[in-house]
């Protein structure tokens, strides 16, 4: 049983006993008044391990003695960031729903591959079963088809490649064996957009300056008067785009592209419409969100993770597809080591409807939470991460040292903290002078770099329009209005101490 040549059954069990115990407390909320992270720099972190079992694998590695493991492990987790916590809202994802952290765990412990029908045949059923719901509840699914409705994929930068890929396959079916497509292919996203986009135009060969990038509205919302412009601007150099990237809730603010808009100059020139809902498609959960991505069925692909806002462990995405036969003619190899023609149920292999070999199982885990929650329960998470961040957006419009800087409508705030001597200034626009923009601009770094040495709270800060400012964002179903009350507290005392430091 035992894999290596010295380990004991005793051990082994002591081992997974100790760790299932820990893991096991990470599911249950965490302590509000513990840290999210016992913060340490590289050096200093590398020594806490040194006591016990050191993070570096010598030239020849003894096994190490189960307690000491154990010890090791307490060390990684304290020194872990606690995506759990009720103040973290660092990050697309947040507190992962302890359904699902199961699931994963029985997918690891089955651990197999849903390439074949042959190796997951339960999985491939259960996979195609959410697929075709996702489809359905996206307006892509063909009530009572047989074909699967897409394929999950190892992350949405994974599935953006295959929906670019197949977009191109359309336009160009020759390229798939040539590598080459004629013209000067031209791939459309908005500058609010993802940068997976631009990875995977350098990926497929078709390189960056392929990606044009498409002016927003002040939101960040794709403005479709920019698209229509690009698109043809790109034809009259004698440009040929053939994939326009709508995004349904970008990363920094969540905005939603107008899908019928874009789907609308998508018909006009013959473009494949590629959603990346990587964010926003779980809006499609709830019934009073789901407007936000009208025009989502006229997509030719969507790709939705769930691990982000619905608290799927990472990862767990499904690429859907309106013509879901595409998948098969554009990413068929045919390898007759695996996907034997002859062989049962070889029509059910979903392995060679995309291009990774292995797949992890991460269907189990949605299927089981999905389940175990109900429809209710899903939306019930949207609704939860939007009304917090309805909270958050009242709370800062009510106290003069903050701004919003894009308030948002759905999970994700942008705002900003003021001196005395700049508090209503127009910080959108072009109201601060260069001087203060300046140093507001280095402000959120350092309030970041002391809740992060503090460990109290966990949000993040990026430029909107070359101003950093701080980014909540809200799906944690731990998070309550007293946390947003607590959380935007902290920024305003970690602002007023850092402030007078910052030259
Ligand atoms: C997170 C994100 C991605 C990338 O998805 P991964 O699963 O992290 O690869 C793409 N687009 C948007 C809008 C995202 O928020």
């Given at each position: 049983m035992a894999p290596g040549p010295r380990t004991s059954d005793t051990d082994l069990e002591l081992l997974i006993d100790r760790l299932a115990e820990r893991a096991i407390d990470l599911l249950?909320?965490?302590?509000?008044?513990?840290?999210l992270l016992d913060f340490a720099d590289p050096g200093p972190l590398t020594d806490r391990f040194a006591d016990t079992v050191p993070l570096t694998i010598p030239s020849f590695q003894e096994p190490a003695a189960p307690d000491a493991l154990v010890e090791a492990i307490d060390t990684v987790i304290t020194g872990s960031?606690?995506?759990?916590?009720?103040?973290?809202?660092?990050?697309?994802?947040?507190?992962?729903?302890p359904v699902a952290v199961v699931g994963d765990w029985l997918g690891a412990a089955l651990n197999?591959?849903?390439?074949t029908y042959e190796m997951a045949p339960v999985f491939t059923l259960m996979e195609r079963a959410l697929l075709q719901r996702l489809a359905e509840l996206a307006g892509l699914g063909r009530p009572g088809s047989d074909h699967p409705a897409g394929i999950f994929c190892p992350g949405g930068s994974i599935a953006a490649i295959h929906g670019l890929q197949l977009a191109r396959h359309r336009r160009w079916p020759a390229s798939i064996r040539t590598g080459e497509t004629d013209d000067r292919p031209v791939i459309l996203v908005s500058s609010a957009g993802h940068y997976s986009a631009r990875k995977a135009a350098a990926v497929m060969g078709l390189?960056?300056?392929?990606v044009i990038e498409v002016a927003t509205d002040r939101a960040g919302a794709m403005r479709p008067v920019a698209l229509a412009a690009a698109v043809s601007r790109a034809i009259a150099e004698g440009r040929s785009p053939f994939v326009v990237v709508a995004t349904a809730g970008t990363t920094v603010t969540a905005a939603f592209d107008p899908l019928e808009a874009v789907a609308d100059i998508c018909r006009r020139h013959d473009l494949w419409l590629h959603v990346d809902g990587c964010y926003g498609a779980s809006a499609l959960f709830s019934p009073r969100q789901r407007h936000r991505l009208a025009g989502v069925e006229r997509a030719d692909s969507l790709v939705w993770d769930l691990h982000k806002m619905m608290g799927m462990t990472q990862q767990c995405t499904a690429l859907l597809v309106a013509e879901p036969d595409r998948l098969d003619a554009c990413f068929a190899d045919g390898a007759d080591y695996l996907f034997q023609p002859d062989k049962a149920n070889a029509d059910m292999d979903a392995g060679d409807r995309t291009f990774v070999c292995g797949r992890r199982i991460d269907a189990l885990k949605l299927w089981l939470t999905w389940k175990f929650r109900g429809d209710d329960g899903m939306a019930a998470r949207v609704d939860h991460g939007v009304a917090m961040a309805d909270h958050a957006r009242s709370v800062i419009a009510d106290r003069a040292e903050l701004s919003t800087v894009v308030a948002g409508d759905f999970t994700n705030v942008c705002f900003t903290w003021l001196p005395p001597e700049l508090r209503g200034a127009d910080v959108a626009g072009d109201g601060l002078p260069a001087h203060d923009r300046d140093r507001l601009h280095r402000l959120a770094p350092a309030v970041k770099a002391r809740m992060q040495a503090e460990g109290t709270a966990m949000i993040g800060y990026q430029p909107v329009d070359g101003l950093n400012v701080f980014r909540l964002i809200f799906m944690s179903p731990g998070v309550t209005a007293e946390d947003v009350d607590e959380l935007i507290d902290l920024v305003v005392d970690y602002s007023e101490a850092s402030w007078p430091t910052i030259g």
């Open positions: 249950t909320q965490p302590d509000r008044d513990r840290p960031v606690c995506t759990n916590h009720p103040r973290f809202v660092n990050q697309n994802f947040a507190g992962a729903d197999t591959t849903g390439a390189g960056t300056e392929a």
